[in-house]
């Protein structure tokens, strides 16, 4: 507490973090006290704050490749944010404060894309080979494939697809950081456009040869993963950009550990516990109602 004297020394009130009274005929001027609160943490924040900050990580793992992904989407919202809001409610992903600090991230079967294209289907097969179901016939692949090889494959033997169409594969591999035990993701993605007059290009020209590989007349990868993949399908049109909707197929030996109530109650402790109760709320995080 001061006591004021001066030209202002019949203050009253408040300015910044000092409050003006008269005592005794005296201006005094006391400073306030900040009383820092404890900040709100729900279980309902908790798992949003969550799953919001593993989206991030996890798109920021696609390095821009994922454009445009979703069709018909506002002009004023980012693929980024469509993305994040469409897998918000899905997929439940617990880490700690620090993990997600450090970028920490794991795949699960987020929604890559969303469009009116006829769909790719994936499977893992034996190995963890990701095998599709997009029909290649009599395809055989190695060095001396060529493009339009290929491309008759897919467009001869596939009903929805055309010459110029474009084939994009992401890959997810998922790791664990050796040294710091956190969870992260590095996404590969292959990008072919099918042309049926390319009688010189060499589909090796394009990706390793290596990478595809024919299972039961249908295009399959060449090795397993770890991880999670999606095979996307996309044209373009006067209107904008096509796709075909895919959700990540995931094959995650990591996943599972991250989605127990342990896990969700370790990952809570790491931002200092719930605070306030939502009694009325259900606990099952898997269930919420689509508006």
Known sequence: MAILTGINTRLRGSIGSYTFARVNGQTVAKQKVDKKGVPVRTRSQMLSRMQFANLIHVYQSFK?????????????????????????NANP?????????????????YQVTRGSLPGVSVEFGNNNVPESNIAVGSLTLGNSTT????SDAIVQNNTGWLSGDQLTVF????????????????INAIELTLDENADT???????????FSVVDGCLALSGPVNGGVAFVHSRKSHSGTKVSTQFFVV???????????????????????????EFLTPNLDDVVEQN
């Open 64 to 88: 821009g490749n994922l454009h445009p992904s979703f069709e018909g989407k506002p002009q004023r919202v980012s693929d980024y944010n469509e993305f994040v809001r469409t897998n918000m």
């Open 93 to 109: 992903v617990y880490l700690t404060k620090n993990q997600s600090l450090q970028g920490g991230c794991l795949v699960a079967a």
């Open 147 to 150: 493009l339009k090889a290929f």
């Open 171 to 186: 890959v997810a591999h998922q790791m664990m950081d050796a040294a710091t035990g956190v969870p992260r993701v590095e």
């Open 201 to 211: 290009t060499m589909l090796s020209d394009i990706v390793e040869t290596s990478f």
């Open 251 to 277: 094959n995650n030996s990591y996943l599972a550990q991250y989605q127990t109530s342990a896990a969700f109650n370790n990952a809570v402790k790491s931002y200092g516990g719930l605070t306030q109760d």
